[in-house]
C-alpha cells in the first residue's frame, strides 16, 4: 500500500508549507508567480499524516517546428522518504499531467556527477544522453 499520494498544488501556500523541499524557503510571491505562469506545474507527494514528502516541477515547451514536451524543471525528495519510489511515482504524475497537455515528450538536465538523480531518472525510464551540454547564463543583468 502507497504510503502517500501525489496532488497537483493550486494554493501557493501548499508550496510555502513545503519549504523544507526546495533549495531554500519558498516566498509566498513566489509561489503564487510560478502557479499563475501558463504552462508551469508543480506536483507534491503527500503522506498519510498530510506531510510533503517530496516534489517535482516542470514547464511545458512548445517550439513551432516541434511537438510539445514537458521540462521537467526540479525535483526533490525529503531524505527520510528516499529510495521509497516518491521520485517514481512523481515522475509518474508528471508524465500523466505531460500527456493530458498533449506533451509527446519529457526532458530535464542535471550535473553529470549528481549519481542519485541519473540512478532515479533511469529507474523511471528515462535515456540519459551523455553527450549534451547546457549553457548557463545565471545573472541576464549583470551582462
Known amino acids: 500500500m502507497t504510503r502517500w499520494t501525489v496532488v497537483q498544488v493550486t494554493d501557493p501556500a501548499e508550496l510555502v508549507a513545503a519549504s523544507h523541499l526546495f533549495d531554500g524557503p519558498v ?12 504552462g508551469h506545474v508543480v506536483l507534491l507527494a ?7 514528502v517530496g516534489f ?3 514547464v511545458e515547451m512548445r517550439h513551432p517546428d516541434k511537438d510539445a514536451e514537458l521540462f521537467l524543471y526540479e525535483l526533490g525528495v525529503d531524505a527520510a522518504w528516499r529510495r521509497q519510489g516518491v521520485a517514481t511515482a512523481l515522475f509518474a504524475a ?3 499531467v505531460a500527456l493530458a497537455r498533449g506533451c509527446r515528450a519529457m526532458w530535464t538536465g542535471t550535473e553529470a ?3 542519485a538523480a541519473l540512478a532515479a531518472y533511469r529507474g523511471a525510464g528515462a535515456e540519459i544522453d551523455d553527450g549534451s551540454v547546457f549553457v548557463v547564463w545565471d545573472d541576464l543583468a549583470a551582462e
Open 27 to 38: 516566498s509566498l510571491a513566489g509561489a503564487t508567480d510560478t502557479l499563475r505562469r501558463p
Open 46 to 52: 503527500r503522506a498519510a499524516g498530510g506531510r510533503d
Open 56 to 58: 517535482v516541477s516542470g
Open 94 to 96: 508528471l508524465r500523466d
Open 113 to 115: 556527477d549528481n549519481d
